[in-house]
């Protein structure tokens, strides 16, 4: 990485499946490490630079397009960039990929009758019941990403543990400088607990 | 002025020593006893490694040093995570003795993962993974490795591949002895070595008697070859940090919060504590030790600041029936056990296990007892303390707190003021 630049944090999950809450969370911790953290959610994106635009395929790859031209331009001039939509296509997730190179995707796994439970928009309710079309996760195809850098199972982590994944994730990676709270990497960590699960200790 | 080499063995019941000497197999061992320097001492509550060399190292309370066990939680956002040398929050032996100009040279002993900048070297135990991060200073690791020298045996073998798990004891002992070898000729005034094969051995064969005597000779053995090194002028002081004894059947604690309708999930079969439900009262973690879901300090806390007391009354009331029932020894508050700026991290109430049942968390269970492939469960009372040439404070009389003191006198340095350590020297 040219250390002038920053790097990307691409969250891609069913709607409700914790994205937002995870890039919000992500970005005081990068904060707090002296990051200048820009997040691009997709609902502040739709209102504002992708205004028009539907739900079909091409309207939702073109978002995606603005979304990584965007954050290209933010990363080129050394801010950390979190970007928080559904991009429910692989092949445009991947040519977001090529095009900024410095990209770290986080798949925010979730059942879809979780998400659904969560409804944090009530938008499932609307689209179950008939009155929005296209939703993702209902009735618009959701492509999980075949090999993304970190998986958060937000049905069964907390959002701490999830942060904490990416985290290691970005210090594996040399994103980031692993602080004095950062004793372990996510692999030697699952090789302790592996220990002290032998030993009848946890 | 003096020097001290400790040699601390994780795990070794003063009973077992002295009928392992009765019967002949630790003669070297026995060479070293004086009337008045060998005595049986108390370990900490919980009775758990990381909480009793925690407590060791700096001569305080865990509520003082901030240790409570292998696993812990941040109450908000709920989260479990395993504490490592970072959330030991006092300084430690080898940090006074490094201020008051003094060269320390530590190997192994837990809860010092990451490696602390000592004056000296500093060598992780078993919470490390990889050597190259494990040392201070970092050129030490390659000549660790060239030595043999393994941070810890594999625990998983002792089930699946017995043989191999027997050669990298022998192994873990040999590179520990490669060890003094190897750094004894430098310059030092507190040496510090750990075994940690011990414990290992004592949780899966503790019940098995000639694999206990077969291997505590080879310990002997190892003992009296690290012996050969130590240099003339130096003090030697050997402890363990707890006992051991043989595991009758396992209690799990959650599932008997469960069925009192203090605990409760959200899902029907929960496997981790990240389940619960708001309405819990109290949950425990590994081992005994229980927290009240208290507002505004747990991230779904149910009960209000006013009423902690009453609920935690009520819970212990509760808890109480597990002592009539001669399921556990006490239930303990906090603050009858613990003191200092950590004590709002410690659980609320503490239960004291009795020899045979060991106390597990058992979150994923639904029983309230059961066994598994560990035979082995650490006691309160029966550590046992040898330091040639003193004269001890009598039999339980002191605690693991306490020794830390007396280490400093011995190398003429002042005890830090907070400091709680009483000593176990008379």
New interface residues.
């Given amino acids: 990485m040219n250390r002038n630049e920053g790097f990307v944090v691409w969250f891609t999950g069913l709607p409700s499946s914790g994205k937002s809450t995870l890039a919000q969370r992500l970005k005081d911790e990068l904060i707090k490490r002296g990051f200048r953290v820009e997040v691009l959610d997709g609902d502040v994106v739709r209102e504002h630079i992708s205004r028009g635009l539907g739900f079909s395929k091409e309207d939702r790859d073109e978002n995606i397009r603005r979304i990584y031209h965007v954050a290209y331009l933010l990363k080129r001039n050394g801010v950390v960039v979190i970007t928080a939509a559904i991009s429910p296509y692989r092949e445009i997730r991947q040519e977001a990929r090529e095009l900024l190179k410095d990209f770290v995707e986080v798949y925010a796994s979730c059942p879809v009758e979780k998400c659904i439970e969560r409804d944090v928009k009530g938008m499932y309710k609307k689209a179950l019941a008939g009155e929005i079309k296209n939703f993702t996760g209902i009735d618009d195809p959701y492509e999980p990403p075949e090999n993304p850098e970190v998986v958060c199972e937000t049905d069964?982590?907390?959002?701490?543990?999830s942060v904490k994944k990416i985290i290691n994730k970005l210090i594996e990676r040399g994103y980031i400088e692993p602080t004095?709270?950062d004793?372990?990497t996510e692999e030697?960590?699952e090789?302790?607990?592996?220990?002290?699960e032998?030993?009848?200790?946890? | 002025m003096k020097r001290l080499f400790i040699l601390s063995i994780d795990g070794v019941p003063y009973s077992l020593l002295t009928s392992l000497i009765e019967m002949g197999v630790m003669p070297f061992f026995k060479s070293l006893i004086t009337d008045k320097g060998f005595r049986r001492y108390n370990s900490v509550l919980p009775t758990?490694s990381s909480v009793a060399w925690a407590s060791f190292m700096t001569g305080k309370n865990p509520g003082a040093h901030g240790i409570f066990g292998?696993?812990d939680r941040?109450p908000s956002?709920?989260?479990l995570y395993?504490p490592?040398?970072?959330n030991l929050r006092a300084k430690t032996l080898f940090e006074i003795v490094s201020d008051a100009g003094k060269r320390t040279i530590c190997f192994n002993v837990p809860m010092t993962?990451?490696p602390r900048k000592v004056n000296g070297i500093m060598v992780s135990g078993?919470?490390s993974?990889?050597l190259h991060s494990a040392v201070h200073p970092p050129e030490i690791a390659q000549k660790l490795e060239y030595i043999g020298y393994i941070i810890?045996v594999?625990?998983?073998l002792a089930?699946k591949d017995e043989s191999a798990f027997w050669k990298q004891v022998h192994n873990a002992l040999e590179g520990r002895k490669n060890a003094v070898k190897t750094f004894i000729g430098q310059e030092w005034d507190l040496f510090m070595l750990h075994i940690m094969e011990t414990d290992?051995v004592n949780?899966f064969y503790i019940h098995e008697h000639e694999k206990i005597r077969s291997f505590y000779q080879e310990l002997d053995h190892c003992i009296k070859g690290i012996f050969e090194y130590i240099p003339d002028d130096a003090d030697v002081l050997l402890l363990s940090d707890h006992g051991f004894c043989s595991i009758e059947k396992e209690f799990y604690v959650n599932p008997y919060l469960s069925r009192k309708g203090l605990l409760k999930f959200k899902v029907e079969n929960p496997?981790?504590l990240?389940e619960m439900d708001p309405s819990t009262t109290a949950y425990s973690l590994?081992p005994g030790r229980i927290y009240l879901n208290l507002r505004g300090r747990e991230e779904m806390g149910s009960i209000p600041q006013g009423d902690y007391s009453r609920v935690r009354n009520e819970v212990v009331d509760i808890l109480e029936e597990l002592v009539d029932n001669g399921i556990i020894k006490k239930v303990w508050l906090k603050e009858e056990l613990y003191s200092g700026p950590f004590l709002d991290e410690a659980p609320d109430i503490i239960l004291e296990p009795i020899e045979g049942i060991?106390i597990?968390e058992g979150t994923n269970r639904k029983e309230l007892f059961g066994k598994?492939s560990?035979k082995g469960m650490h006691t309160l009372e029966d550590a046992f303390i040898l330091w040639t040439g003193k004269e001890l404070k009598k039999n339980n009389s002191f605690s693991i707190i306490d020794i830390a003191t007396s280490i400093l006198e011995e190398l003429g340095i002042e005890r830090p003021s907070d400091m709680e350590a009483s000593g176990c020297i008379k």
């Fill in positions: 069964k982590e907390t959002v701490e543990e004095d709270e004793v372990y030697e960590e090789i302790i607990k592996k220990r002290l032998d030993l009848g200790y946890i | 758990i292998f696993i941040r956002p709920f989260t395993l490592t040398g970072k993962t990451p078993f919470l993974t990889k810890d594999d625990p998983s089930l290992r949780h496997k981790s990240n590994i060991d597990k598994s560990i």
